[in-house]
């Protein structure tokens, strides 16, 4: 069976997505724990310094949250991929693609504003955006070419 042009688009944009996750993934992680190390060790610098208990576990808490946020949102681009690649195969199988690749534009979408709030902004951000938004594209694309 020949693939149509969006399949083959598909087909990159899902592998360059199970690169990027997994990378995500792994990144969230080392960041993760090497932000506990530090916090861990200067939580005594910290209490000479004046900073109770009580903000240094909100400051914790935070990084936990932007690091699960990370893995999540990986683990999607991850899956997306995954199933991307199924659906370049067969178009049937679109609909899965679709809807993750609506959740990844979501996740793109957080990630950006958590940049910007956290005082910094990132290119890899826009990447993110852009690979889920074209993923959207040619997912939306593949399902109107199925008839769905």
Do not use: C, H, Y
């Not at 990630?111 to 690979?131: K, T």
Request: proline fraction near 1%; glycine fraction near 14%.
């Amino acid at each position: 069976m020949e693939r149509s042009g969006s399949q083959k688009a598909l087909l990159v944009i899902s592998i360059l997505n199970i690169i990027g996750g997994a990378l995500a993934i792994l990144f969230a992680i080392m960041t993760g724990v090497a932000g506990g190390m530090v916090g861990a060790a200067s939580s005594a610098q910290l209490a000479e310094a004046g900073v109770d208990s009580s903000t240094q576990a909100l400051a914790t808490g935070g990084l936990t949250i932007v690091t699960l946020i990370a893995v999540v949102s990986g683990a999607v681009s991850l899956i997306e991929g995954i199933l991307g690649i199924r659906a370049a195969n067969d178009n049937q199988k679109i609909m899965p693609v679709w809807v993750l690749s609506i959740i990844g534009l979501a996740f793109s979408v957080i990630g950006i504003i958590m940049s910007i709030v956290n005082g910094g902004f990132q290119a890899s951000s826009l990447v993110g955006l852009a690979l889920s938004g074209l993923m959207f594209w040619i997912a939306n694309n593949i399902k109107t070419e199925a008839g769905k």
